[in-house]
């Protein structure tokens, strides 16, 4: 395989970058690595030259005294190698899942500092799934540097060796090196072709077995009998899997067999002339011992330092992936001289100016041409049917995207300037499709923020919660689950909700965001948070999203959305009046109540 100046170099950066990144992750690593070179070198030479010396001796002067000091040695160095060895297997061992850990970690921190649009592209996770398997640092230095490093140092001493046999046999090696070395880049290159299909078949398989196996998914499996319909789904998954591999073992299986009878044509010359030159008496039998353990373990040396060459050279494309990825995670404000605001201006007003949106990769724009001010301190209802783009302008708000087209500013600030810490504190936000941590209520609540017991109590009044954590065993600090906590208890849908909303009252932010707060709630926990909706929102900047128009009559204006446009704005008494399309969902959803 021909590699140019510029693949060189990158593979250079590639591998400058991984010892960085692994000495950051653990640099016992490093000393591990070290000390394991020197003890897999030296230990197999130890065997080798004893056995010589006591053949010799055992077939020349025959002097039992000396054949006893000379296996008493043998045996001590050995001990003393193994003690060693033992030592520096528990450290390594204690050093290695540290590593593993704090690898986890590092990826884990990158997936969750990346832009939100991009979390939503199939080719980035598939991208994340891949590099997180191939991309290890203990494994790079103690592993792979280590096994090159040994197979080095233990050709060098085993050519010595053969070479002192005759000089002439070095050719041969040297061939059989040249020949294996691309057979181990072949059988890298097979490898690492067929990555991009594993990791996203094996993406696809870890999520169905989540699913198969989360207990947020068991009522629907056992009601819908979805159980058979899963396993298809599984199964069809590994027969793709199987295929891929299939194909893969077999190009392997091939390279293999091929480096096989390089391998036997190697052994049948070296040993033919070990054996020649030991019925002429050119070397002992001592000797002839050396040597042919000298060919036998020359094979597997260098068997080893081919296959973690190749290993290394193509992991540099994995490397060049991994440098990819941490682009692509690295969040888009990143290292850009941006807008700080504290979140005690005297006023939060925030303004769409003609914006419009597709997500990424599609071509409808799912928001045209939006504009709209919400005032400081207004309380606005967002309605319009399924699919008329009320989520995403919540979204494009919360910017987990940016405007395709247009801008959004607060306080006349384009908010994609501002610093993205300092704008999120502004919001506080209830998702429809909330989630809950396996951790306390408390912690549930608060999240990153310092604890507030008063604070709490109020943010847990106000969203009716009061009843249901006075009941629980711990309080505010029992478990929410039992992925965690075995002792956990399981809050209802409804329950839920409340608690996500105790959290953005906690947040207490000037700008609050409720998407679809009471879906989950019973008539009267609804009816009890419309009657004080304004009591709980305060002076604070409200929007509210729900299909149940009757929230609409509590908010100062009702913004109305239809296939991606603002369609209709003002009070609820005005559109009514305007028999448009807000007063047909309001008349049809009040028939339906009193039908």
């Excluded at 087209?405 to 909330?434: H, M, P, W």
């Excluded at 906690?506 to 948070?529: F, G, Q």
């Amino acid at each position: 395989m021909k590699i140019n100046k510029k693949k060189s170099g990158t593979i250079f950066k590639n591998f400058f970058f991984l010892f960085r990144y692994s000495w950051k992750i653990s640099k016992k690593i490093f000393a591990a690595s070290m000390f394991s070179t020197v003890f897999n070198t030296v230990e197999p030479f130890v065997p080798l030259l004893f056995s010589g010396i006591i053949l010799d001796e055992l077939t020349g002067q025959k002097r039992w005294n000396v054949v006893v000091q000379e296996i008493l040695a043998l045996v001590a160095i050995e001990l003393i190698l193994r003690l060693l060895r033992l030592g520096l297997s528990v450290f390594i061992n204690m050093s290695v899942n540290q590593c593993d850990m704090l690898n986890g970690i590092s990826y884990a921190g990158h997936f969750l500092d990346m832009d939100y649009e991009k979390l939503e592209d199939g080719t980035v996770r598939d991208l994340q799934q891949k590099v997180s398997r191939n991309v290890r640092a203990n494994s790079f230095i103690y592993e792979d540097m280590g096994k090159v490093m040994t197979g080095l140092f233990q050709l060098i001493g085993y050519s010595w060796l053969i070479f002192s046999l005759h000089p002439l046999i070095l050719l041969l090696v040297a061939l059989v090196i040249v020949s294996n070395y691309f057979l181990s880049l072949r059988s890298e290159k097979n490898k690492y072709s067929v990555q991009p299909q594993k990791a996203s078949l094996e993406r696809k398989s870890e999520y169905l077995f989540r699913v198969m196996t989360d207990f947020s998914f068991a009522k629907e499996v056992r009601i819908n009998r979805a159980s058979v319909w899963l396993s298809g789904k599984a199964e069809e998954v590994l027969g793709k899997y199987s295929s891929e591999v299939k194909g893969y073992y077999r190009k392997e299986a091939t390279v293999k067999l091929i480096s096989a009878f390089v391998d036997a044509i190697q052994l049948l010359l070296l040993y033919g002339y070990a054996a020649w030159q030991a019925v002429l008496g050119q070397i002992t039998v001592g000797n002839f011992s050396v040597y042919v353990g000298a060919v036998l373990n020359f094979s597997g040396a260098f068997a080893s330092l081919a296959e973690g060459a190749a290993h290394i050279r193509f992991l540099s494309d994995y490397v060049e992936e991994y440098r990819e990825y941490i682009k692509l995670a690295t969040p888009s404000g990143r290292g850009k001289q941006m807008v700080r605001v504290s979140g005690q201006e005297e006023r939060h007003v925030i303004e769409f100016r003609n914006v419009s949106f597709r997500y990424p990769n599609t071509e409808r724009m799912v928001l045209k041409n939006v504009s709209l001010t919400i005032s400081d301190g207004e309380k606005l209802a967002v309605v319009g049917r399924n699919g008329a783009g009320k989520s995403t302008f919540i979204k494009l708000l919360c910017r987990l995207y940016e405007p395709t087209e247009g801008k959004i500013l607060y306080n006349g600030t384009d908010i994609s300037t501002i610093c993205y810490a300092d704008y999120v504190r502004l919001l506080s936000v209830v998702f429809q499709d909330y989630r809950l941590f396996a951790f306390s209520v408390k912690d549930n609540m608060i999240l990153n923020q310092e604890y507030d017991a008063q604070k709490a109590e109020e943010a847990i009044r106000k969203s009716g919660l009061q009843k249901k954590v006075g009941a629980l065993p711990l309080g505010i600090d029992t478990s929410v689950g039992k992925e965690f906590d075995e002792n956990g208890i399981e809050f209802s849908g409804g329950e839920g909700q409340k608690l996500v909303m105790a959290r953005a009252y906690y947040r207490d932010a000037p700008i609050v965001i409720l998407d679809e707060p009471t879906a989950a709630l019973d008539a009267a926990s609804e009816s009890e948070i419309y009657m004080h909706f304004k009591e709980i929102m305060g002076d604070r900047t409200a929007i509210f999203i729900s299909h149940r128009l009757a929230s609409a009559r509590f908010c100062d204006n009702v913004a109305v959305f239809d296939d991606g446009r603002l369609v209709e704005y003002g009070t609820h008494e005005t559109l009514m009046k305007r028999n448009g399309l807000y007063e047909e969902m309001f008349r049809r959803q009040a028939e339906y109540y009193r039908g």
